[in-house]
């Protein structure tokens, strides 16, 4: 191993991003696109767009230029794709209907052939129509229509499905590292109990490998919901309560005074959106109103009006206000909060870190035999979680479909193999405020590997005793 390593906070980049008066008196949104999967003609790759953001692809991958390195194992972990908004993050009315008939979710369930019976009943291809019936007095919340909140949207899914696309573009046609085909003893593919990260899941794999796999069973792996590490769903009170002591409805004097800045703004949004100024969900961070303007825009929707008076809507301005904020208050909570963001991430995602690293492990130890690509669909929160791990130097909110990707090299050098570690975040190398991961390009695996056990133990073994479990 690499001896011992450094495991404090370090400080993240000052930028508009984590500053308040920015995010408070600000316009615009920094060049972020929040209003299409598609970036504007003219901008760069790797441009932040929370509606699509920016993943490996044969546009703009970094490739090696060193012929002497071989691309030995891949990790990829990304955000779902685009969605409706959660049921919880719509307005007490909505004024108009969202509809999703251009898609159907499929849920069913269906024997599997063995050996000993390989002629098994086979179900129909059955999936959900959300509809609502005129004897049923109750009102759903969420958007009048035929979505349910939240799911992927077909717009999303199409996204998916590039993702996977590009993904395949990169590993398979451009560096000959993943077959042409599926093969279920070289590669896996995870996902969480939240059933829109398979939704997901089914598209990028038909985008990596097209018709071959449109009628093949294919396994999604998946945790028992209550020791979930992806999600991540497992318990951990130490990191529970370290967060309410700097974030979300906690008590902290930074964040207080950025929700003190932000009440006029809140103000103006709860007397059109109808939300009740105590409310306490919709205002101890713009979580709420985030979700549900960026939804909107996303999928080429109006910004919403008030349900009594349809002249007083919320503007662009409001809108661009509230995601200059969402920004700010993920790089508090995940890396400006100082030290215990750290220390939260490590509680909270320790033991997949854990596992990440008993991958790269395994992978080293079997020269390239077993296992070679692994891939995580997961949420906004774990993707936050790695990058706190990782001390990314600035953070930002992970848009849908933010992606890390962990690809592990070897080299020959005197006394045998060398492995080096190689991290993309957006499509592009990973820059971290630690002085000993900094610029992570090919970086000594065995740094990387010594930085995650000290924080979690080999394995995550010290993730119980750090959550009080």
């Given at each position: ?16 991003i ?13 060049g ?39 691309l ?58 959300v509809?609502?019936?005129p ?12 979505c ?61 490998f ?31 309560k ?41 205002h ?46 993920y ?71 933010s ?43 065995e ?13 995550g073994k ?8």
């Amino acid at each position: 191993m690499a001896g011992n390593i450094d495991l404090s906070w370090h400080t993240p980049i000052l930028s508009n991003i984590n500053n308040l008066t920015s995010a408070i008196n600000g316009t615009g949104t920094y060049g972020f696109i929040f209003d299409s999967s598609t970036l504007p003609e003219g901008l760069p790759y790797g441009t932040y767009n929370f509606c699509n953001m920016p993943h490996v692809g044969a546009t703009g991958y970094p490739k090696v230029d060193d012929s002497s390195y071989t691309l030995s194992y891949v990790e990829v972990i990304h955000r779902h794709h685009k969605r409706t908004p959660y049921a919880s993050n719509t307005f007490p009315v909505e004024t108009y209907p969202w509809k999703c008939d251009d898609e159907g979710l499929f849920t069913y369930g269906s024997p599997l052939p063995s050996a000993d019976n390989a002629n098994v009943n086979q179900s129909a291809n059955t999936y959900w129509q959300v509809y609502s019936s005129p004897a049923n007095p109750l009102v759903a919340k969420g958007f009048p229509g035929t979505c349910r909140f939240p799911q992927i949207t077909k717009e999303g899914l199409d996204d998916s499905w590039q993702h996977g696309h590009d993904i395949y573009q990169v590993y398979h046609t451009l560096l000959s590292f993943l077959p042409e085909k599926y093969d279920p003893q070289i590669m896996s593919f995870r996902v969480t109990n939240n059933v829109i990260t398979s939704q997901v899941a089914s598209m990028v794999v038909s985008g990596m490998f097209g018709s071959q796999v449109a009628n093949q069973n294919f396994p999604l792996l998946i945790q028992p919901s209550t020791v979930d590490s992806l999600e991540p769903g497992y318990t951990c009170p130490s990191a529970r309560k370290l967060w309410s002591t700097y974030g979300v409805g906690g008590k902290d004097p930074a964040w207080t005074a950025h929700l003190n800045a932000a009440s006029a703004l809140f103000a103006q949004l709860d007397a059109i959106s109808g939300v009740p100024r105590d409310d306490s969900g919709w205002h101890e961070s713009v979580d709420h109103y985030f979700d549900n303007l960026s939804a909107r825009l996303c999928h080429d929707k109006p910004l919403p009006c008030k349900a009594a008076d349809s002249s007083r809507c919320v503007t662009r301005d409001m809108a661009d206000t509230v995601f200059r904020l969402g920004e700010y208050e993920y790089s508090y909570l995940y890396r400006d909060g100082g030290e215990k963001t750290l220390q939260y991430a490590v509680g909270a995602y320790g033991i997949w870190i854990g596992e990440l690293a008993a991958n790269l492990r395994a992978a080293i130890s079997q020269d390239g035999k077993g296992v070679k690509y692994r891939h995580n669909v997961a949420h906004d929160g774990s993707v936050s979680l790695v990058l706190g791990i990782l001390q990314v130097e600035q953070m930002v909110w992970p848009g849908m479909g933010s992606e890390v990707v962990f690809e592990l090299y070897w080299k020959e050098k005197e006394g045998g193999r060398k492995y080096y570690i190689r991290v993309l975040w957006g499509g592009q190398v990973l820059k971290s405020s630690h002085p000993s991961l900094g610029s992570m390009d090919m970086l000594e695996v065995e740094t990387l590997l010594a930085y995650f056990d000290g924080l979690v133990g080999e394995g995550g073994k010290k993730v119980p005793g750090l959550c009080g479990l």
